[in-house]
């Protein structure tokens, strides 16, 4: 079954301890992005990757870290997190074909607390 | 500057009623085109989405979706609502077919 993993569903830490929010699919895509979703903001692009060893900013950068090692993980890094990154967090994943058939497939999503 | 508008934040429909969901784009080119939905508590679904040709979509859950080139456009509809209908919806867009930019989301409540 086609699907993107994100790993853990729910996390709630501390200001300030490092944490890692891992994703992965089984769709061999190259594409990988990782949105955060605010009340009354929508979701909002974090960082993408491209392909292996090819990550960018999206709109909402600050405060994050991605690594693209292997082509079926994407993980999310946070050095030191404040409570303002307490959010819904999803990853995405897409084929970098431009057809028809291109659809991003989304994670469960990671609910995050920071306190 | 490229940006998704959906001017409802809420809607209210009875069950039974039709539904449209507004959602407007200022792209300099005609982008891709998407609707998500995403019940409570749950993560993205994809109801249909529009690259090129035929601007009436059909997707899943039985709605639809237009793209008005000179409205810079692509309005959800459904004829008639179910309360499983209940849920946010997001519209979205993209030029290179995968990196999306979204909407603030509808949020849409059924009333019996």
């Known amino acids: 079954e086609a699907q993107v993993t994100q790993n853990p569903r729910y996390l709630i830490t501390v200001t300030g301890k490092k944490l890692t929010v891992t994703c992965s699919q089984n769709?061999?895509?190259?594409?990988m992005s990782w949105y955060r979703q605010d009340p009354g903001l929508g979701l909002r692009q974090i960082y993408y990757?491209?392909?292996?060893?090819?990550?960018d900013k999206g709109d909402v950068p600050e405060g994050y870290k991605v690594s693209r090692k292997e082509k079926r993980n994407f993980p999310l890094i946070l050095e030191s997190p404040s409570p303002n990154q307490t959010s819904l967090y999803f990853c995405?994943?897409?084929?970098?074909?431009?057809?028809?058939?291109?659809?991003?497939?989304f994670g469960q999503g990671t609910r995050l607390t920071v306190v | 500057a490229q940006s998704v508008t959906q001017p409802d934040i809420h809607i209210t429909v009875s069950e039974g009623a039709s539904l449209e969901l507004r959602c407007n784009y200022s792209?300099?080119?005609?982008?891709?085109l998407f609707w998500y939905v995403q019940s409570p508590g749950q993560g993205l679904q994809l109801l249909l989405k529009?690259?090129?040709?035929?601007?009436l979509v059909q997707g899943i859950k039985g709605f639809e979706a237009e793209f008005k080139r000179s409205q810079s456009s692509f309005n959800l509809r459904k004829p008639s609502v179910h309360w499983s209908d209940a849920a946010e919806y997001f519209c979205?867009?993209?030029?290179?077919?995968?990196?999306?930019?979204f909407g603030k989301g509808t949020s849409l409540l059924v009333t019996p």
């Open positions: 995405a994943s897409s084929s970098a074909r431009r057809d028809k058939n291109t659809e991003a497939f």
């Open positions: 979205a867009v993209a030029l290179s077919g995968y990196a999306l930019n």
């Open positions: 990757s491209m392909n292996v060893e090819v990550t």
């Open positions: 769709m061999n895509h190259e594409y």
């Open positions: 792209y300099g080119a005609t982008p891709y």
């Open positions: 529009y690259f090129s040709g035929d601007t």
